[in-house]
């Protein structure tokens, strides 16, 4: 298992790599950088090309992985902002692991600042977190940092 999870450390080290964008990087940039590292991992990523008919704010992104974890990622770009109904849904989905993520920690600080109820994470936090999740658990603290 640990030569499992070595392989997929340095698949996504790679990912970071190939997908690395000057910044600012733009939402689609990090969008598709949180796909590929996704897969490299062997888990599902789901977005709604046309959400017409869908209820407004759900998280760009839901990933479910084999051992049964499920991240909703809200994705901005530098200068996107969470809407009330995005911090509703993520706030909602919070016990299921819910964060915006943002290109910089500027652009995090700056969400806290705003709707400190939803967790905020740059995108090479993310990368860490879905590599190696820390203290994983449904039922944690919105507060606690995933």
Same mark, same amino acid.
């Given at each position: ?9 340095? +698949? /996504? ?5 190939? !997908? ?9 940039? *990090?969008?598709?950088?949180? *796909?590929?590292? /996704?897969?490299? =991992?062997?888990?599902? @990523? ?15 992104? !839901? *990933? ?8 909703? =990622? ?6 996107? /902002? ?6 509703? %849904?993520?706030?909602? =989905?919070?016990? @299921?692991?819910? %964060? ?9 600080? @700056? ?5 400190? !109820? ?7 936090? +993310? ?8 203290? %994983?658990?449904?039922?944690? @603290?919105?507060?606690? !940092?995933?």
């Amino acid at each position: 298992m640990a030569r499992r999870d070595a392989s997929a450390a340095r +698949t /996504v080290g790679r990912v970071m790599t190939a !997908t690395a964008h000057p910044r600012p990087a733009t939402e689609a940039q *990090i969008q598709r950088g949180l *796909i590929d590292a /996704v897969a490299a =991992l062997g888990a599902k @990523s789901y977005h709604t090309t046309y959400s017409v008919g869908s209820d407004r704010g759900y998280p760009d992104l !839901t *990933i479910s992985f084999p051992d049964g974890r499920v991240l909703f =990622l809200e994705v901005k770009g530098p200068k996107g /902002v969470v809407s009330p109904a995005q911090a509703e %849904w993520l706030e909602c =989905l919070g016990g @299921s692991r819910a %964060w915006a993520v943002w290109p910089d920690d500027d652009r995090v600080a @700056s969400g806290r600042r705003r709707w400190p !109820t939803v967790v905020h994470l740059t995108y090479e936090q +993310t990368l860490e977190e879905l590599v190696e999740p820390r203290n %994983w658990n449904p039922y944690a @603290s919105k507060e606690a !940092t995933p």
